[in-house]
């Protein structure tokens, strides 16, 4: 496999999951049983909190992913050189 190939499908596949958070959606699955058996439902526990409120992942999670794309350019770049330098060679 070429390494131009290695690296397109390395891409493809860091793009596809880089999208996949917004593809997947959880259930909420208390929330239906409560509806079918009543609010009262013996033994489902309610899991509190606010439900309108979010978590959210911008900025460390940026930070993380912009250093994991600066070092894999640096270790590509890194590999080319030393196979450029290791081709003159006569082993």
Same mark, same amino acid.
């Given at each position: 496999?070429?390494?131009? *190939?290695?690296?397109? &499908?390395?891409?493809?596949? &860091? ?7 917004? *593809? ?12 079918? &058996? ?25 930070? *993380? ?17 030393? #196979? ?6 006569? #082993?």
């Amino acid at each position: 496999m070429s390494q131009n *190939l290695k690296i397109t &499908l390395m891409l493809s596949v &860091l793009i596809v999951i880089s999208f996949m958070p917004s *593809l997947v959606h959880a259930q909420d699955i208390l929330d239906h049983i409560k509806s079918v &058996l009543g609010s009262a439902a013996p033994g489902v526990p309610d899991p509190g909190g606010d439900p309108d409120v979010t978590v959210p992942i911008d900025g460390g999670l940026s930070i *993380l992913a912009a250093a994991g794309v600066a070092y894999s350019v640096k270790k590509i770049k890194q590999f080319r050189n030393k #196979k450029e330098e290791g081709s003159g060679e006569v #082993k």
